[in-house]
């Protein structure tokens, strides 16, 4: 349920009274010139044209469905008079694939011509604005009828269906920021909303912030944002450019927990108002002595979400550690001591060093340690083992044992390493585990799962940790995935499994899937890392190539050596 009343944002030049904002000093440079109120709406799209077959009236209408604007009004004029006064809008958003299929059928009596819509369905959006990935079909037959000498719809169905690309020009995602609980650093959760009114935008995703967390972050973040907060007026711009938000119910708060509510609100609010943002709590600065701030002033709520500039990216090839440029890394993994099948460096400094070697056994081992010295096998006994993958503290570290079990290593100072168990159920049922990562931000994982892949929240309660609400990404319009990274805390990078070479960016939340350019590379891909600020680094059948956006085209790193090297950045 919302919290937070409906806001707007007030622009203020003029001279006026200011309702609602009487506890606000007389020092302050508000003066309202003008208010936009709830529902002020640019002008929808237009109609039908006259004289429209019933085919493209169909497929028009479904095109006006991404327009929420006034009631969907771009929609309800496809729609008989009384279809459009009774369709029920808000049953629901479904996002399906773009274009549709249209096949006639017989219609229940003459003058009826109906239309079966059917597709692809790709999930839905909530009421908080979040995007749930459902994969399946979806069939809707439209009855269209004539009225007043024009082809209308006389029976939409509740809810509206809405086509992926039409989601991405009519609604913005926005970042609304909550809390890591273990190290207080906020983190983004994905919403989509509707782009317009503008003026009430900032309004909207305040609302959003005040409700909490969304249901698939449940138990992994917190918010900072007692129960009984409420904004006291509108969100209002000042005339010399400032944005103000006047909150009542925060006079218990301690200072510290004063900043953790403003890190939230300026996170969550940055690119959508001006700055700096003035925070009051019943008229006074929020906080003593910085009553102004800027997205600067909170960077030290950031996550860690990339490793150093200075730590560079590696690559097993032929059992050793070695850096992009070929040359051996120092220590037990590079110089031939041991048989690296695969390896990962702790983030955001690269100091640890966790490796998966050929035991002398025949099976795997998992090795921990400083990367030039001794590493220390941890107690795990295996078939398999996947690529590690660390957490933020850069003492523990996970990996996926015979495909099935989610296992935790702990570094303990100068003693061994100690393993324990992640509850991975959720996972597990989806099916086999062949490569799980971890956020940089510790809050999520990304698995391939049978070659789909699968993204969960990580969430610790009683000191035990567990793989939480995992959602299925694109099943069925991704290729087979055969790896995965994070590009960004917001956004995977996957690389399809079969002969021919795919590699797709996917938003966190599966809604949003673009193809990256094959230009160089040679199937099948076998593995894929990304990092914030870095390339994106990928292994085919002939070596290992660099990507950027930049450049939209595969460059060769390490070519001509064959299948089989394993790149990595920290994390």
């Not at 006026?16 to 606000?24: E, F, H, K, S, V």
Request: aromatic residues 4%; contains cysteine.
């Amino acid at each position: 349920m919302m919290r937070g009343r409906r806001l707007t944002i007030v622009i203020i030049v003029g001279c006026a009274a200011l309702a609602g904002c009487a506890a606000i000093p007389a020092s302050s440079d508000l003066e309202v010139i003008r208010s936009m109120p709830v529902g002020a709406q640019l002008a929808p799209p237009p109609g039908p044209e006259h004289g429209v077959d019933p085919f493209r009236l169909v497929r028009e209408f479904i095109e006006a469905t991404g327009s929420a604007a006034n009631g969907h009004a771009a929609a309800r004029a496809f729609l008989t008079r009384n279809a459009a006064a009774s369709w029920d809008d808000r049953a629901g958003v479904t996002v399906i694939e773009d274009a549709p299929g249209a096949a006639p059928e017989t219609g229940p009596n003459d003058g009826v011509r109906r239309i079966r819509v059917g597709g692809s369905r790709l999930g839905t959006l909530t009421a908080d604005g979040s995007f749930i990935p459902a994969a399946g079909t979806f069939s809707v037959p439209l009855d269209v009828v004539s009225e007043h000498g024009e082809w209308r719809i006389s029976n939409p169905p509740p809810g509206v269906l809405v086509e992926a690309s039409a989601v991405q020009r009519n609604y913005r995602q926005v970042r609304v920021c909550f809390v890591d609980p273990d190290r207080g650093t906020l983190v983004a959760d994905l919403r989509w909303v509707p782009a317009q009114p503008a003026a009430t935008l900032p309004g909207r995703v305040l609302d959003l912030l005040l409700a909490g967390p969304s249901q698939r972050l449940a138990g992994a973040v917190r918010t900072a944002i007692p129960e009984g907060v409420r904004p006291r007026s509108n969100v209002l711009v000042s005339r010399s450019g400032r944005t103000v938000i006047n909150l009542s119910g925060v006079d218990t708060l301690t200072e510290a927990q004063r900043r953790l509510v403003a890190a939230q609100i300026v996170g969550s609010l940055d690119g959508l108002v001006p700055t700096p943002l003035r925070l009051l709590a019943d008229g006074e600065p929020l906080m003593a002595g910085q009553p102004e701030l800027r997205p600067a002033d909170i960077a030290s709520y950031a996550p860690s979400t990339g490793p150093r500039s200075d730590v560079p990216g590696e690559v097993v090839v032929g059992g050793r550690l070695r850096s992009l440029n070929n040359a051996p890394v120092p220590g037990p993994a590079g110089d031939g001591r041991l048989t690296v099948l695969s390896a990962a460096r702790s983030n955001p400094n690269g100091e640890t060093l966790a490796a998966v070697v050929a035991g002398p056994d025949g099976h795997p081992q998992l090795r921990v340690g400083p990367v030039d010295g001794d590493l220390a096998v941890a107690p795990l006994e295996a078939q398999t083992i996947s690529r590690p993958t660390w957490r933020p503290s850069g003492t523990e570290l996970w990996t996926v044992v015979n495909g099935r079990s989610v296992m935790g290593v702990a570094l303990s100072g100068t003693g061994p390493p100690l393993a324990y168990s992640v509850d991975a159920r959720e996972l597990t049922r989806l099916g086999s585990i062949s490569q799980l990562r971890l956020s940089r931000d510790g809050v999520r994982v990304v698995a391939v799962i049978d070659g789909r892949v699968v993204v969960a929240a990580v969430v610790t309660e009683s000191g035990t940790v567990s793989l939480r609400h995992p959602q299925v990404l694109r099943d069925g319009s991704l290729p087979a995935a055969v790896s995965v990274d994070w590009a960004r805390p917001e956004l995977l990078v996957v690389a399809s499994a079969g002969p021919s070479p795919q590699v797709f960016s996917v938003s966190v939340d599966g809604l949003t899937r673009r193809q990256l350019s094959s230009t160089n590379l040679t199937g099948p891909l076998t593995d894929i890392v990304a990092a914030p600020g870095r390339e994106i680094l990928v292994a085919d059948a002939t070596g290992l190539w660099a990507y950027s956006d930049t450049q939209e085209v595969w460059n060769p790193l390490l070519g001509g050596i064959g299948p089989g090297s394993v790149p990595l950045y920290p994390g």
